[in-house]
């Protein structure tokens, strides 16, 4: 599924319903679903619904079936009436006798009402204009997995069953299920009976209907086993456009086909509907929402996340919502596989990386925190982790096994686990098995830990074609070093003749020496980006007019010349080495730094300008910065080079920094921070006859001074940023506004006539 608001998720509220153990003590075989959906302006259905049964243990009676908000009018076990207690959603039963788990019951529950919503807004049964149908996830409720919003089922991914739908319109409506279409005939009541069946055995929320004035767009599709019927339902009004709109998903079949296998279900629909928050990918009748019937690349990846769920979720399904990346992230890098296989390499990739500048920035803010795509819980199951991080990761494996590999496992995946629900584990162990790979490293690096690794070349020595590479990997937000790293290196010589070579290590570092077929001038870790670690990567040859870097904060400005450069920029969501040295009184800071490789053409000079948010994001890291005109930029051409403050035009605000160069040359740069005092980083308050009141502070704090004569406060921050100079006019008292201040420890420093008197301390709250 996809929603298109990310606010929502934000919003709902979460309604956690006591653990209750009814789902594993059946499995349903088969559902007959009757269901008389003609009153679409009372907003009611009626229904029998006809469960064929099975016990998981011996000695059965009491059973319990999810059914919400709907009535029970009666329920019947092998044709007799048995009582029932609906009560929270949960129809219970007791049979007169005992069932063995090798016995079958068929179950029949007469019902009806007006079907309920998700409270989180997205999920359940909906009567909108002159429609019915259902969304099958639920997001706010327990569990997500939501047929009971129509009929009476055992709600789980696990518990998979075949289907009949027999549902009943007025005359002039269709109704739309997915499966095939077995026949639609009129009833002695003038109402229209369509039956459509579903022979491979789904779980209850992939189970749709439509109910409409529907008319059929139809496309032909030679799938790799055979024909595979695709019919677009909507409105009349929308056929050409659903047409033009809907013409690449026979292109989408055949991208997947190719990588994951035969389409495991009978037929592919979508039904446009009255909506216009998200798709649901149920089976065989994608429920897709009336604004994005274009040719528009999102509209395109929708059309294709859905698909895509076919194979991933719908055909493999995750066995607990704990795995809910197995569906989703899947599917959102299935996005990116669709746009490769239709616009070629670069176009998938570059989709890609737009993705992972989001995981890298937005993520964790979106999903407060930084989570593990393994094991999230039941508020963030469909939140940016899942599906984004998911996708990144999806990437990473894939450069991980290489395409041959991981296109080969995939499709044994499908091919021996089809009609399934799999956990993360069993996946992890499958790959392993199948490929040989131990990935036991790569799923506690990407998929069992939260945060990121970050790789960084630490180490490079060239002596002619020989060469050893020294690469450093660092954790960000995870207390967790990964083993059996896998990372690229590509060298460069300046006729921009390149070479790769991997270096597989475990733990903080590896080393690896090379003899290169021509002697490189610099090296680039992961230049491909196979990678999902916390650097940004962008790359542009930059000749004649400004240049913007995607998501690494930095333009260049190039001469108004002949001359050009290919400029590479990373930007490394890490610190600096040797972050926290003072060169003169300029400190190190350890915000991200930039690594920039290039070979310019001609006599090239680019001014450039770095830029940077001074931001809370956690991965920015935390260090506060309010220390106007104090922010200078540190350079060092090489990492055996010490770090040097270079000449820049500063041009700062509150809260954000841009900082320019004239000449853009190769080498890493840094934010530094100028210290005032190189003595206040000790912050030993010296205390002395001077009060600080009130302490802590909220907004105006006093300075009393009582017999000490003193001219001059000074005001640091704990960075040892000098925050304001007060010239002391009253001999009494001073009083400071320190409401602008950010909440924290301060240390006051007194003087009279340059002869210091002493610090102290004191905390602003808010
Ligand atoms: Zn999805």
């Not at 989001?358 to 930084?370: C, E, K, P």
């Not at 640091?716 to 002391?728: C, E, N, R, Y």
């Amino acid at each position: 599924m996809k929603y298109l608001s990310l606010m929502l998720i934000l919003l709902v509220s979460i309604q956690l319903f006591a653990q209750v153990n009814h789902r594993d003590s059946i499995n349903v075989v088969h559902y007959d679903l009757h269901i008389e959906i003609t009153q679409l302006s009372q907003k009611k259905i009626s229904g029998v619904a006809n469960i064929l049964v099975a016990p998981t243990k011996a000695n059965s009676s009491a059973f319990g079936l999810d059914l919400q908000r709907l009535v029970v009018d009666s329920l019947k076990v092998n044709g007799q009436i048995v009582s029932h207690n609906h009560q929270n959603d949960i129809l219970r039963f007791t049979t007169a006798q005992s069932y063995s788990n090798t016995d079958t019951l068929s179950v029949e529950v007469y019902y009806q009402g007006t079907p309920g919503k998700d409270p989180g807004g997205w999920g359940g049964f909906y009567f909108a204009g002159n429609q019915a149908f259902n969304m099958g996830v639920g997001m706010s409720v327990n569990p997500h997995v939501y047929g009971r919003a129509w009929y009476p089922c055992n709600d789980s991914f696990t518990d998979k069953a075949t289907y009949d739908f027999f549902i009943t319109t007025q005359s002039d409506y269709e109704a739309i299920c997915g499966g095939i279409n077995v026949s639609d005939t009129l009833d002695s009541q003038n109402n229209r009976v369509w039956h459509w069946k579903i022979e491979q055995p789904i779980s209850t929320y992939l189970t749709s209907v439509a109910v409409g004035d529907f008319e059929q767009v139809h496309f032909n599709y030679s799938g790799i086993d055979c024909e595979i019927p695709i019919d677009i339902y909507c409105s009349a009004s929308q056929v050409g456009s659903v047409t033009t709109a809907f013409a690449d998903v026979p292109d989408m079949m055949q991208i997947y086909e190719n990588h994951f296998g035969p389409y495991p279900f009978s037929r592919v629909g979508y039904s446009v509907v009255n909506f216009t928050s998200g798709a649901m990918e149920h089976v065989g009748n994608i429920t897709y929402p009336n604004n994005a019937i274009s040719t528009a690349l999102s509209d395109q990846t929708l059309m294709a996340h859905e698909l895509s769920h076919m194979w991933f979720g719908n055909s493999v399904t995750c066995a607990t919502a704990e795995d809910m990346w197995l569906n989703e992230g899947w599917a959102s890098y299935c996005e990116a596989l669709y746009v490769e296989g239709k616009h070629g390499y670069e176009a998938g990739k570059a989709y890609s990386l737009s993705n992972h500048i989001f995981v890298i920035q937005r993520a964790h803010l979106n999903d407060n925190g930084f989570l593990a795509l393994y094991g999230i819980g039941h508020e963030n199951t469909y939140g940016s982790t899942v599906y984004k991080k998911g996708a990144d990761v999806v990437r990473t494996l894939r450069g991980y096994l290489g395409d041959s590999t991981f296109f080969a496992v995939l499709k044994l995946w499908f091919a021996e686990n089809e009609y399934s629900s799999k956990d993360t584990y069993e996946f992890r162990d499958f790959l392993s098995a199948k490929t040989g790979v131990d990935m036991n490293p790569f799923f506690d690096t990407w998929v069992f830990n939260p945060g990121f690794p970050h790789y960084e070349i630490s180490d490079l020595l060239i002596n002619g074609t020989q060469t050893t590479v020294k690469i450093t990997q660092k954790s960000i937000a995870r207390q967790f070093m990964g083993d059996a790293s896998r990372v690229e290196v590509t060298f460069f010589n300046s006729s921009k003749d390149t070479v790769t070579r991997l270096v597989q290590f475990d733990g903080a570092h590896g080393t690896a020496s090379f003899t290169l077929p021509f002697e490189p001038e610099f090296a680039i870790p992961d230049y491909y980006c196979r990678l999902a670690d916390a650097t940004i990567k962008a790359e542009k040859v930059v000749s004649g007019s400004q240049q913007s870097f995607s998501g690494v904060n930095l333009v260049v400005y190039p001469p108004l010349t002949n001359d050009s450069a290919w400029i590479h920029v990373t930007y490394n969501y890490s610190k600096p080495e040797k972050y926290g040295q003072m060169v003169g009184d300029i400190e190190l800071t350890p915000l991200n730094y930039w690594k920039v490789d290039m070979i310019p053409y001609g006599d090239f000079k680019g001014r450039t300008r770095f830029t940077r948010q001074l931001s809370n994001n956690p991965i920015d890291s935390t260090f506060s910065a309010q220390m106007k005109d104090s922010v200078k930029l540190m350079y060092r051409a090489t990492v055996s080079e010490d770090w040097k403050s270079i000449p820049t035009i500063l041009d700062i605000t509150w809260g954000s920094v841009a900082i320019s160069i004239d000449s853009l040359m190769a080498g890493e740069y840094a934010l530094g921070i100028k210290r005032y005092q190189v003595d206040v980083p000790n912050f030993v308050p010296q205390k002395c006859e001077i009060t600080i009141v009130p302490n802590p502070v909220k907004s105006v704090v006093n300075f009393i001074f009582g017999e000490t004569a003193c001219s001059r406060v000074d005001v640091f921050s704990l960075d040892g940023a000098l925050m304001t100079q007060i010239k002391v006019r009253n001999n009494i008292q001073e009083t400071l506004d320190v409401s602008e201040f950010s909440a924290g420890t301060y240390l006051a420093r007194f003087y009279n006539n340059g002869v210091s008197l002493g610090s102290d301390k004191f905390l602003i709250v808010r």
